[in-house]
C-alpha cells in the first residue's frame, strides 16, 4: 500500500501523482508501470522512498484516480515477474473496447479512447513520457504498424459471446 504525498496538475492537462511506499519501488526502473487502484501507470520519477506518475486527461476520465487527495491511500502492485522484471504491469482489459481497453502498437502499450467500428479504426492514449521513448509518435498517419491485443480480453470477449 502506498500512501499520495502530492498532486499537481502537469503540461498535459492531466495530473502529476507523487505516491510514497517503499516495498513497490526495490528495483523499479524509468518507465516501469506501477499499478495504482488497478490502473496501470508509468514510473517517470522515483527515489527510494516514493514514486512519481503522470494521469492524463483520459485516464482521470475512465478511473476513479481523480478523487485521489493528498493523504489517501492506494493499492499498488508491480509489474509481473515471472523470472524478471517485465517493465509494466500485465494488462487484463477490464473495460472499453471489445472487453479490453489496452493493447500494443509496434510493442508499446497503449490504452483504447475510442473504437470507431465501422471504419475499422481506434484512438488510444500515450502518456507524454512514454511518446518520448517510443517510436509510435513518429509515424505517419497510414503506416503500417503491428498490433497485439490483450490475450484475456480476446478470452473474455469469446466467453461473452458464447453466452449470447
Known amino acids: 500500500m502506498g500512501k499520495v ?6 503540461k498535459d492537462g492531466g495530473v502529476e501523482l507523487k505516491i510514497g511506499a517503499e ?3 526495490e528495483g523499479v526502473n524509468l518507465g516501469d508501470s506501477i499499478a495504482v487502484n488497478g490502473t496501470c501507470l508509468t514510473v517517470t520519477d522515483f527515489t527510494n522512498q516514493d514514486f512519481t506518475v503522470g494521469l492524463s486527461p483520459e485516464t482521470l476520465r475512465k478511473t476513479s484516480l481523480i478523487e485521489l487527495k ?11 515477474q515471472p523470472i524478471s522484471r517485465m517493465g509494466r504491469a ?7 473496447w471489445h472487453g479490453c481497453d489496452c493493447g500494443e502498437v509496434d510493442g508499446t502499450s497503449l490504452t483504447v479512447v475510442d473504437v470507431f467500428e465501422e471504419e475499422g479504426c481506434f484512438n488510444f492514449m500515450l502518456v507524454s513520457y512514454t511518446q518520448q521513448k517510443i517510436v509510435v509518435p513518429l ?6 504498424v503491428n ?5 484475456l480480453g ?4 469469446r466467453l461473452l459471446s458464447s453466452r449470447c
Open 5 to 10: 504525498q502530492n498532486l499537481g496538475d502537469n
Open 154 to 157: 480476446k478470452y473474455v470477449e
Open 90 to 96: 500485465f494488462c487484463a482489459g477490464s473495460r472499453g
Open 139 to 144: 509515424k505517419e498517419v497510414g503506416q503500417k
Open 147 to 151: 498490433l497485439e491485443v490483450d490475450i
Open 70 to 80: 493528498i493523504g489517501s491511500l492506494v493499492n499498488l502492485e508491480r509489474a509481473v
Open 23 to 25: 516495498t513497490v519501488l
